[in-house]
């Protein structure tokens, strides 16, 4: 197959995508080479695609793309446990295993963690470490296109774990994106009680449609600060408050959220560089906690595929449409508007 071609997506900069001819990736040992059956787009690309790039993960030109299911097509040298024709959900990473974080069980903060991009391709290469580490089969009746969702809800299960949610808790949602609705959508199945905070008509809708108690739009508010300690016991606050946005003001107002004694969890990366001004009295005497989550591991990544094969967490709530490869530039474009969908399923093949 080394000397055929396929069609992928290829990032040249700022909202530059083509698709184009390219070689199909040679598969050396340890390694297997996916039929992508179909490719989800995110926040994370929709930022790559309106950047031209990603510090951590893309040089242009690339191919891009990270949330996949597909087949096996070929096997390389040395592979156990898959074979040709299975069905398979790769994750977007591996880490090393031997450095100090893995040694530290925060694998997620890996030295060497090792990225793959390229889903939006009719083929990808996946790594032998990837391969071994971060690669499934998906079970009968679970859909590609469920089993795509396993990276983000990996993500936000690493977020929730690791603000230590317990049953009963009143947790606030900042954010109607994606990941804050499977966010808030997590939060309700782990038994808590939450509040979503909004900002446009659709989103209030989707927020309630994913089980949120409360919604907050701050289009409709004076104060989202005042409206959401409103909807808490005493207005006292709540006990976690979760930022999925990625905006300075909306970190500021997950501090002013918060109970004393509550925790925060920065879950929404901010553009780099950006800095945030804290009420350190309030952090001090209130006995706040402040947490960050990043990226997921690969204990995260079963968590998330044994909640998508239980159809705890369904993908026909998240994806909203389905596209052929040719228009991918004009769906990140539409989404890039502010478009309605939550996630759309390109499919490479069409």
Known sequence: MSSRTMTAAVLYGKEDVKIERVPIPRVEEGEVLIKVQVALTCGTDLKVYQRGYHARM??????????????IEEVGAGVRGFRKGQRVVALNSA?????????????NLCEDLMFINGAYAEYIKIPARIV??????????????????????????????????????????????????????????AGTNVIAVVKRDGQVTAAKKFGADEVVQITKVQDPIAAVRALTSLGRGADIVIEAVGRPQAWEWAVEMVRKGGTV??????????????DTNRLHYSEITLK????????????????????????????TGEAPLSRLQQVLRHMLDRGSEIKTAIIPGH
Not at 159 to 174: F, S
């Open 132 to 189: 071994a580490k971060n690669m499934i089969e998906i079970p009968e009746g679970v859909s590609y296109e469920a089993a795509a969702m396993t990276e983000p809800l990996a993500c936000v299960i690493r977020g929730l774990h690791q603000t230590n949610v317990q049953i009963g808790d009143t947790v606030v949602v900042i954010g109607a994106g994606p990941i804050g609705l499977m966010m808030l959508q997590a939060a309700k199945l």
């Open 58 to 71: 893309i040089v242009p030109p690339a191919l891009f793309g990270h949330e996949l299911a597909g087949t």
């Open 292 to 319: 960050a989550s990043f990226h997921h591991t690969p204990e995260n990544v079963r968590k998330a595929f044994t909640l998508i094969a239980e159809k705890k967490i369904k993908s026909t709530d998240y994806i």
């Open 95 to 107: 880490p090393c295993g031997l450095c100090f974080y893995c040694s530290k069980h925060q694998e």
């Open 265 to 278: 969890n920065f879950f929404g990366g901010c553009a780099s560089g950006t800095k945030v001004p804290l």
